[in-house]
């Protein structure tokens, strides 16, 4: 396990925990600080990426292009990642620019059944030799045999690896174990798992990974992270170190970051609350948390009654007016 790639999150997906509003001057301390850590990508920006910033997800506190800026001028030894999700982000308006101000590597995401959305993007990053990752979202709604059906798709494209995403911390390890083993039996690039935490086994179920042929763990310092959070990146390499499994991440320098910058960073300590515990059970996207608690309130109906109705449903990203729909058809039937 010593090839080990640790992509660090906790700037694009710790956004989500504060409705996007981490600074310029958070962005700046942290890269100069993480930059040490020995982790191979720091991906910043919007939590749902590049271009996302809008009114319908929020507002990111600093544009894309500042935070690229920032970021690229405080990282010296460590790659600068950004995370892209086609339709949000275009490649004429967003990424090509943002290669030319100097971001290393790109992950490019999509639903786990949809990547031929992704083809354009990563065969533009492929052409264009940047390193490039495809990212399967929601892994839970499929089968492991169209998981490498999709994956497939994303390695002829061009992709250097593939990264599982556990979006809804719907994950049990045995889950874990069965997928991430046949996608590395089956690809011919690395494996990575993106792991939540609302069954409280992110850090588990990222050794899980490790142990069945994942190479790249995508985590976040102090597990900042949308939901009940992400695999807390110390948490994991001081678990690896006690198994006499070294890395060349820093142990005392994240431990170090997570403490004096990341909890000064975070509104509120990461938790398992009713919605993150919902939302694993019933596999909800995470950032449905927000929508279904306003829905609940608004139309008096039990919260978990909505995430139970949408589970059913299989509802996916993009389809937030059906959390509307069934607060009111809960409502109605009271």
């Known amino acids: 396990m010593n090839d080990i790639k640790f992509f660090d999150s906790t700037l694009r997906d710790g956004s989500h925990a504060v409705s996007h509003q981490i600074t310029a001057d958070q962005i700046k301390e942290y890269c100069e600080n993480i930059d040490q850590a020995g982790l191979y990508t720091i991906i910043i920006g919007h939590g749902n990426g590049l271009g996302a910033s809008s009114h319908q997800i929020g507002f990111a506190t600093v544009d894309d292009k500042s935070a690229i800026t920032i970021a690229r001028n405080a990282l010296k ?6 995370f892209i999700i086609p339709g949000l982000a275009t490649i004429e308006n967003d990424l090509a620019p943002a290669l030319k101000m100097g ?24 052409d264009a030799q940047k390193e490039v990752y495809g990212v399967l979202m929601m892994y839970h709604m499929t089968t492991k045999e169209r998981l490498v059906e999709e994956a497939l798709k994303m390695q002829s494209y061009g992709a250097q690896g593939i990264i599982i995403m556990d979006s809804a911390g719907a994950s049990t390890p045995t889950l874990v174990q069965e997928t991430i083993g046949y996608l590395t039996k089956h690809l011919s690039i690395p494996v990575g798992f993106h792991a939540h935490n609302n069954f409280g086994i992110a850090v588990s179920n990222s050794l899980v990974a490790l142990q069945n042929g994942a190479t790249i763990i995508d985590g976040t310092v102090r597990g900042f992270g949308a939901s009940a959070g992400n695999c807390q990146l110390e948490a994991l390499v001081a678990l690896l170190k006690k198994m006499n499994i ?34 694993g059970l019933t596999g909800v996207f995470s950032l449905y948390a927000l929508p279904i608690k306003r829905a609940a309130e608004k139309y008096n109906v039990n919260i978990k009654d909505i995430y139970i109705e949408l589970g059913k449903r299989n509802i996916v990203g993009g389809q937030e007016d059906m959390v509307i729909e069934v607060a009111k058809q809960l409502a109605n039937k009271k």
């Open 77 to 82: 030894k460590t790659r600068l990642g950004i």
């Open 246 to 279: 070294e890395t060349e991440a820093d142990l005392y320098t994240l431990m170090d970051v997570s403490e004096k910058i990341v909890s000064r960073i975070m509104k509120r300590p990461q938790e398992i609350d009713t919605d993150s515990l919902m939302g």
């Open 103 to 126: 971001v290393d590597l790109v992950c490019v995401a999509a639903h786990c059944t949809e990547a031929d959305v992704t083809q354009q993007y990563i065969r533009y990053l492929h």
